[in-house]
């Protein structure tokens, strides 16, 4: 006689799983809170009269006298630094992760050798090896956090990118400071005097231990068409037609390769490299007498945005500082409904070819 054995990988019925049900719920009316816990929590669930919370009993008290020892901490899960059986979607090489507008006060030198301290944007980033899952995000904070009440300098940023780049054992790293930088400004011819902000951002980039420190600056300016200055002078001169050349807000952004052999370049000092290169900078205190001089300084450099773009550049060739550079103008247009723009680059840092899509409304100056 044959003898087939039952199939021990069958699916149970109906009527096996109803039986097994009856078993589970007999248990579990003699079994204290803990032994179902440790079977399975879910089995609370499948006994009448019992609820789930129970299952296991949680405090909702938080524990204020609790300390996290260093035995305890070793027991806490750390996903981010886990196996690479844990990573999603593609083994890949990240270039960039890190932070974003972690904000801290920074002290900074003025050229005048005067110190004042500015709410500063931080961005810290490191490159992820294609075999790790993340990164401890907190640890760039706290790298920066050991250095941030030195007054500022790129030597600063290189401390803090040096821990960071130890801490997280990574390739590559980026840091950027962006802040708005107060200088007090003349007006043109009244004596008064008032306080221009000027946005400005620095870099550190380390790429395979080789370190660049850029420097980007906002300049706003008044730039007056000089194809409109030529017509209405000739409405003027041939039809006696009053008219007015149309001029309009501008912004700027000047970034630049700071020469690690050269001295400072102080802030003060991009900043008056972009008055030379365009004189028609936007006033902060104005009287009458200012508002007429601002109008005779706009007819004195009548500028397209070719124009603004190749000045800006002859300066930054200029200056001993500056290495690499790039330019980019915006000519925020009276007379069209679209802007004007123009960018400049020299050297390979910033040459790109493509554009981030939203790169020229970002140039948008708010007052």
């Not at 179902?36 to 299952?55: C, H, K, R, T």
């Not at 002290?107 to 500063?120: P, Y």
């Not at 997280?168 to 007006?187: C, G, N, T």
């Not at 802007?339 to 007052?367: K, W």
Request: net charge negative; proline share 4%; aromatic share 8%.
């Amino acid at each position: 006689m044959n003898i087939h054995p039952r199939d021990i990988n069958e699916t149970p019925d109906h009527d096996q799983a109803a039986a097994a049900l009856k078993v589970l719920r007999e248990w579990a009316k003699s079994a204290s809170a803990v032994e179902i816990s440790q079977l399975d929590p879910a089995v609370a669930q499948l006994v009448p009269g019992l609820s789930q919370a129970e299952y296991p009993a949680l405090s909702r008290d938080y524990p204020e006298s609790f300390e996290a020892d260093v035995a305890y901490r070793a027991t806490l899960p750390d996903l981010q630094n886990g196996p690479s059986s844990l990573i999603r979607g593609s083994k890949q090489q990240i270039q960039h992760v890190g932070i974003s507008n972690f904000r801290l006060p920074i002290r900074f030198h003025r050229k005048s050798g005067a110190e004042l301290t500015l709410e500063t944007s931080v961005t810290g980033s490191v490159s992820l090896e294609a075999e790790k899952k993340g990164i401890n995000m907190s640890r760039i904070m706290r790298s920066f956090y050991k250095h941030a009440e030195r007054t500022f300098s790129f030597e600063v940023m290189e401390a803090a990118l040096n821990d960071y780049l130890s801490d997280l054992d990574s390739l590559d790293a980026r840091i950027q400071m962006r802040f708005s930088y107060p200088d007090r400004i003349e007006s043109l011819r009244s004596g008064l005097s008032g306080y221009q902000y000027y946005d400005i951002a620095l870099e550190l980039v380390d790429r395979g231990g080789e370190r660049l420190k850029i420097m980007h600056l906002d300049y706003v300016y008044s730039s007056t068409c000089p194809c409109s200055l030529e017509l209405s002078e000739h409405a003027r001169a041939t039809r006696g037609q009053l008219a007015t050349p149309h001029s309009q807000r501008s912004v700027a952004r000047i970034s630049v390769v700071v020469d690690c052999n050269a001295d400072c370049l102080w802030f003060e000092d991009l900043i008056a490299l972009c008055r030379r290169a365009v004189p028609t900078e936007t006033q902060v205190m104005v009287k009458r007498e200012d508002e007429q001089a601002f109008a005779e300084l706009n007819a004195a450099n009548p500028i397209f945005v070719e124009d603004a773009a190749r000045l800006f550049c002859a300066e930054l060739q200029a200056d001993h500082h500056v290495g690499d550079f790039r330019v980019i103008a915006s000519h925020q247009e009276s007379l069209h409904s679209h802007d004007a723009v123009s960018i400049l680059t020299e050297g390979p840092t910033f040459e790109t070819a493509s554009l981030d899509p939203r790169l020229f409304t970002t140039l948008f100056h708010v007052g």
